[in-house]
């Protein structure tokens, strides 16, 4: 199983990316997908996941960042809008099932700045 995160970058306060996260190697329906992200210094921490549950956010994020996938061509994407400071991370996306998170990307920077 590979996990492929992409759409990183620079961005003001404000602005907006959107991160892909493209699967292979298995059937991608069937996983829950999370995204994850870690910033200097810290642990990592959950953003949030979309799962045949329904799609949950992290406080932090909630309002500001969503989640959908495309099950046809296996990717995940975390739509992020009114990015602050603080949303700057390595941003990580994870396969899994029932949020057992066993494949892991490599991860994509996003900084944002003031």
């Known amino acids: 199983v590979q996990v492929v995160e992409s759409g990183g970058g620079l961005v003001q306060a404000g602005g907006s990316l959107r991160l892909s996260c493209a699967v292979s190697g298995t059937t991608f329906s069937m996983f829950d997908m999370g995204w994850f992200r870690q910033a200097p210094g810290k642990e990592r921490e959950f953003v949030g996941r979309?799962?045949?549950?329904?799609?949950l956010y992290a406080d932090s994020v909630k309002g500001r960042f969503s989640i959908s996938r495309d099950n046809p061509s296996s990717t995940v994407y975390l739509q992020m809008n009114s990015l602050k400071p603080e949303d700057t991370a390595v941003y990580y996306c994870?396969?899994?099932?029932?949020?057992?998170?066993?494949?892991w990307g490599q991860g994509t920077q996003v900084t944002v700045s003031s």
């Open positions: 994870a396969a899994g099932i029932n949020n057992e998170y066993g494949y």
């Open positions: 979309i799962s045949w549950s329904g799609i």
